[in-house]
């Protein structure tokens, strides 16, 4: 039981550049989350999923997107690359009903973007 | 607007002096208030969910506690391993969002 996993686990593009991070559980947690992570501040939500085939936007979710084809897996997709992006990407996956709280996380995808 | 705020940034204990971790948050509605642990490099991970006022848990050397509007995570006795960043975060009712605070780092020395 692997629990979440990020691929990759760093990344350097170039401005302009297009990437896809890639996000898997194996818990069969309905629910599915993309953060990024910046120095003094907390995680910010980018792009959610309550189920497969259905995503929703978070509280920063401009120059990302995001699909859900299949329960396992959720991708997070950057299309055109800005510095601004530079970042840790974490994803996250909780069960959905009563206990959708508790949020188990993957091991991150540190992001430079020059 | 839904808020968290940690306090304080960074805390330096010697083994053994047990402290608090503050966490101050406003939110319409709480539906929970979580703690993390987080390694560096690594991602966060779980250690309690509080529901409502007056709820404690406990795990080892951690104790959360919760009012109306903050929570504490007491460290008791901590060891060198307990060093680490601490995360509080809050999901409002009616939603799926998580507002993270920026996080405790906690360095204990031997």
């Known amino acids: 039981n692997a629990g979440v996993t990020q691929t990759p686990k760093f990344r350097v593009l170039k401005t302009g550049q297009s990437m896809t991070l890639l996000c898997a559980q194996d818990?069969?947690?309905?629910?599915m989350y993309w953060y990024r992570q910046d120095p003094g501040m907390g995680l910010r939500l980018i792009h959610y999923?309550?189920?497969?085939?259905?995503?929703a936007k978070g509280e920063v979710p401009d120059g990302y997107n995001v699909s859900r084809l299949k329960k396992q897996n959720f991708l997070l997709g950057l299309e055109s690359a800005a510095p601004s992006q530079t970042s840790v990407y974490f994803c996250?996956?909780?069960?959905?009903?009563?206990?959708?709280?508790?949020?188990?996380f993957g091991p991150g995808t540190r992001l430079t973007v020059l | 607007e839904d808020q968290v705020t940690q306090s304080p940034e960074a805390l330096r204990l010697q083994e053994g002096e047990s402290s608090s971790l503050n966490c101050s948050y406003t939110?319409?509605?709480?539906?929970?208030l979580f703690w993390y642990r987080q390694d560096p490099g690594k991602g966060p991970e779980f250690l309690f969910t509080?529901?409502?006022a007056g709820e404690e848990k406990e795990k080892e050397r951690l104790k959360a506690t919760l009012t109306k509007k903050e929570s504490f995570l007491h460290i008791t006795a901590p060891k060198p391993e307990d060093s680490a960043t601490y995360l509080c975060a809050v999901q409002a009712t009616g939603g799926f969002k998580t507002i993270f605070g920026a996080g405790t780092r906690l360095f204990v020395k031997a």
């Open positions: 939110v319409s509605g709480l539906r929970g």
């Open positions: 996250a996956s909780s069960l959905a009903g009563r206990n959708t709280d508790t949020q188990y």
């Open positions: 509080l529901y409502s």
């Open positions: 818990m069969n947690h309905e629910y």
């Open positions: 999923s309550v189920g497969e085939g259905t995503t």
